[in-house]
């Protein structure tokens, strides 16, 4: 029964989400105009998608309610057809803007979290390398041992 409700909360979501999705369908512009268009249309269509899940799924335990916004929220990110980078900045945006309305569920708010980390993973790999730092080399090794004579110990021995 509870898995019914589920499933039906996920569709009633994934419909309506293809109706604002048709009707709202921004115009075509050159430019970096146009990303930043995308972007705003993308989060629009998100925060629509979060309060039409939140509703369909209110009831449910938060676990399954969580479950229904985030498949919707992927589904209208699917739909999108935009770069993990664009993706991530229109998910930034409507967690934002539902949060400063006071329309963020906890459940929501999972949802977005696990959506986000899904985003970030496909955007690739940070760090060092990316920014022109280490290149590799040797790994560091352990520390010397304190007891001299070889093996183990600690460098950090109490005072006594």
Known sequence: MLKAKFVAAACRAVLT?????????PPVV??????????????????????????????LPADDAAAAIEAAVQAVIAASGLAPAQVSQALTSARATLAANGQLSPAASSAVTSVQSIVNAATGPSGAPAAGGGQGGAPIGAPASAGGGGGGGSDYRPAT
């Open 17 to 25: 989400l293809g109706a604002v999705a048709v009707v709202a369908a």
């Open 30 to 59: 050159a430019g970096a105009a146009v990303q930043q268009d995308a972007v705003s249309q993308l989060a629009t269509e998100i925060q629509a998608a979060i309060v039409s899940a939140q509703a369909a799924s209110a009831g």
